[in-house]
C-alpha cells in the first residue's frame, strides 16, 4: 500500500513538472496618462515605461513590481506595474506617455492591446 502511495505521490510530482505552465494572455484597450505618485509607492516620471492596472488586476497592490508584456499591431514592450488605475474597465491598462508613444502616437489616444506578467 504505501508503495503504491509512493508512486502516485512520483507520478503527479513528475506530471507537474512536465505540464506547461498556462499562460493568460488578456485583451483589452490601452490608455495613457500623466506620471507622478504611483499607488504602489515611489515617483514616476513619463520616460519610465511603466503601467496601472485596472482594479480586478491591481488586485490591492499585490502586482506592484510585477512586469507585463504589452503587444500592439506587431510591436511589444516591457512595462512595470507601479500603479492602480481605479477608472480602467477590466483588462483595460493606463501606460506611461513614453510606453504607449512605443506602441502608438499619443494622439490615438486609446488602442486595443494584448499582455500578460512576464
Known sequence: MAFRQYLFLCMFAALSILSPS??????????????GIGACGG???NTDFIVALNPIDYAGGTKCGKKIKVNYQGKSIIVQVVDLCPSCGWKAIDLSQSAFQA???????IIQISWDYI
Not at 506602441?103 to 489616444?109: M, N, V, Y
Open 22 to 35: 498556462v499562460s493568460a494572455i488578456n485583451n483589452g484597450l490601452a490608455t495613457w496618462y500623466y506620471d
Open 43 to 45: 515617483w514616476n516620471v
Open 103 to 109: 506602441l502608438a502616437p499619443l494622439s490615438q489616444g
